[in-house]
């Protein structure tokens, strides 16, 4: 098993910038591909951006792409979430998600993965 704890949402401008992260435990953060996932009040949980074990892949919703940029560290049991230019409509939990078996073609789907965090909220005012 792995446990995800997320931090670093908050209030922000449009325009501004956040950088989330996710802190994992248990067994080997390596083996687990990685993904952001956002959920807003009345709307269903959906699929922000996804990152291959070794970190050499990574996959956007076409709403954050050129915005947003995921990363991980390895060594560090950590993955990040960049979030530049902001916009009202980015305001959600963000929720990261770890599976070890993932293949690329499923990363967006979000019923796919067995591990989830408690979430972090994020605010973009206009």
């Known amino acids: 098993q792995v446990q995800l704890v997320e931090s670093g949402g908050g209030l922000v401008q449009a325009g501004g910038s956040l950088r989330l992260s996710c802190a994992a435990s248990g067994r080997t953060f390596s083996s687990y591909v990685m993904g952001w996932f956002r959920q807003a009040p009345g709307k269903e949980r959906e699929f922000v951006a996804a990152?291959?074990?070794?970190?050499?892949?990574?996959y956007y919703a076409d709403s954050v792409k050129g915005r947003f940029t995921i990363s991980r560290d390895n060594a560090k049991n950590t993955m990040f979430l960049q979030m530049n230019n902001l916009k009202p409509e980015d305001t959600a939990v963000y929720y990261c998600?770890?599976?070890?078996?993932?293949?690329?073609?499923?990363?967006?789907?979000?019923?796919?993965?067995?591990?989830w965090g408690q979430g972090t909220q994020v605010t973009v005012s206009s």
């Open positions: 990152i291959t074990r070794a970190g050499g892949g990574s």
């Open positions: 998600a770890a599976d070890p078996t993932l293949a690329a073609a499923t990363m967006r789907f979000h019923t796919r993965y067995d591990y």
